[in-house]
């Protein structure tokens, strides 16, 4: 591990211990595109900006706010950073996978990732939610390219089973609790920010894509690579690029995941607190 990210990390653990006293959170929640206001149905005890952690740095994006909360649903202790930073804010890798390997230094085993994301496959519309059930890394690069950013990274991590099977059946028991048609399927992540254009969403529907996003897919594969549980759920805020006649607006993405709040508060209210048995 290189020696300054062993420091910034050794340094973010005390400042949460400083602040938060003798925290064990089980579960860490990664809030994408227009999730970060579930943090208020989630029980949140308090935050700290990630300005203040060296080695997150500024969120640049709107709708990402960038605060990393403590939250105790069902008094349940959970780490959620509300915001992300992406590869295409031009920052490298770094910034993307630290949150992971935070939540790993503190001992946390089990990740949840969100993202929104545009609807390849015809089963999905605007508004639906999609447990991600593997994914096709189309980043154009992979954060473990060069020394692993932690020393259990093997060299050539299997990546067959990213997505923890008993994860997706939690999500899917929790969405069925509350009456959620929630859909299954197969994420694609490119490095962005450009959206795609529609001969590139209809090649990557042949690929077997049933999802289009710019995230997740690097996170998911450094905490595969540390053996943790991986989880992500993607909110469809948009048909893809040529599935409708409408231009591709961020702002339209977050409009659609504002609706969706309730649902997606609803099933992580039932869902996180079950992560801990298990
Ligand atoms: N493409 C890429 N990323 C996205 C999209 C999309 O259509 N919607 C939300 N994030």
Redesign the pocket.
């Known amino acids: 591990m290189a020696n300054d990210r062993t420091a910034q990390l050794l340094q973010a653990r005390e400042l949460l211990h400083h602040t938060w006293g003798d925290i064990k959170p089980h579960t860490c929640l990664i809030c994408g595109?227009g999730w970060g206001e579930i943090v208020e149905g989630l029980s949140p005890v308090s935050s700290i900006s990630y300005e203040q952690i060296d080695g997150m740095g500024r969120t640049t994006v709107e709708g990402h706010k960038g605060n990393l909360w403590l939250a105790k649903p069902a008094g349940k202790e959970v780490l959620i950073f509300q915001g992300r930073r992406h590869f295409y804010e031009g920052a490298g890798w770094g910034p993307v996978i630290f949150p992971v390997l935070l939540a790993h230094e503190l001992g946390i085993r089990s990740v949840v990732l969100t993202n929104?994301?545009?609807g390849i496959s015809e089963d999905l519309a605007a508004g639906n939610l999609m447990v991600i059930s593997d994914h096709l890394n189309f980043m154009g690069s992979n954060p473990l390219i060069g020394q692993v950013p932690h020393p259990q990274i093997p060299r050539f991590p299997d990546q067959s089973k990213v997505y923890n099977p008993n994860l997706q059946h939690k999500i899917c028991d929790a969405a069925k609790t509350i009456g959620l048609d929630i859909k299954k399927g197969i994420y694609l992540a490119?490095s962005?920010p450009t959206?795609?254009t529609p001969a590139e969403i209809r090649a990557f529907a042949k690929l077997g894509a049933d999802a289009?996003?710019?995230s997740t897919v690097p996170e998911a594969m450094v905490a595969n690579g540390l053996g943790m549980k991986v989880a992500a759920i993607s909110c469809i805020?948009?048909l893809?690029?040529g599935r409708s006649t409408q231009a591709?607006r961020h702002e339209d993405?977050q409009k659609t995941s504002e609706e969706v709040l309730p649902k997606m508060t609803s099933l992580l209210v039932h869902l996180l607190p079950s992560l801990t048995e298990g």
């Open positions: 595109s929104a994301a545009g490119l962005g959206f795609e289009v996003g710019m805020s948009n893809a690029a591709l993405v």
